[in-house]
Structures are given as C-alpha cells and as structure tokens.
C-alpha cells in the first residue's frame, strides 16, 4: 500500500508564510510528477503547482511568483512553500503523486488526506 502524508497547514495572517510538506511511503519503486491541488469551499479542486522527476515546474497563474514547489526525491517528498499568502488561498491542500508500486506495470495517481490552510487576521 502506498501512503502520501501531508504536514504543515495552518492558520496564517495574510502576507505570512507557510510550508507543505508531503511524504509518499510504502512499496513505491518510482516516482514520476508530484504537485498539490487545493479544494475551497463549494468550489472543484484545482491544480496549484506541479514538478516532474526531474524538476521541470508548473504553477497555476494565481500562485506564480508566490509559492515555490521542490522534491526531494531521496525522501520522496514534495515541498510547497507559500509566501505573500492571501485569503483567496484559504482552501484544503491535497498532495498528489503519480508512481509505481512494485509489482505494477504502469504509473498511478495517488492523493493525500489534505490540510487545511487558512488565511485569517
């Protein structure tokens, strides 16, 4: 079984910071592009920023020149660091990671549990 954990979410003032953390384990034999989506209230879940293997990066225009995404591939482990944060940012993070489990053929997308972020004076 695989288990992506996320850590780091929180309430923050706007214009504070915070930093993700998600941490894929179990029978994992490679992971290919990780990334973390957010879900606000009575809105879909859309994509906040995505890196590949090999640390190609994608952010969605709203968070661009605010948040930072990196991998540490030796932990598997993807990292979002959130700067300048708005209350337009309040929503609950999900991490994503599309791997391979030993004993499969092919990639499969996996999510985490989510943690909130809130974004509050």
């Known amino acids: 079984q695989v288990q992506l954990v996320e850590s780091g979410g929180g309430l923050v003032q706007p214009g504070g910071s915070l930093r993700l953390s998600c941490a894929a384990s179990g029978s994992i034999k490679s992971i290919g592009t990780m990334g973390w989506y957010r879900q606000a209230p009575g809105k879909q879940r859309e994509l906040v920023a995505t890196?590949?293997?090999?640390?190609?990066?994608n952010y969605a225009n709203s968070v661009k020149g605010r948040f930072t995404i990196s991998r540490d591939n030796a932990k598997d482990t993807v990292y979002l660091q959130m700067n300048s944060l708005k209350s337009e940012d309040k929503a609950v993070y999900y991490c994503?990671?599309?791997?391979?489990?030993?004993?499969?053929?092919?990639?499969?997308?996996?999510w985490g549990q989510g943690t909130q972020v809130t974004v509050s004076s």
């Open positions: 890196i590949s293997r090999g640390d190609a990066t």
């Open positions: 994503y990671a599309d791997l391979k489990t030993h004993g499969s053929i092919s990639y499969s997308g996996y």
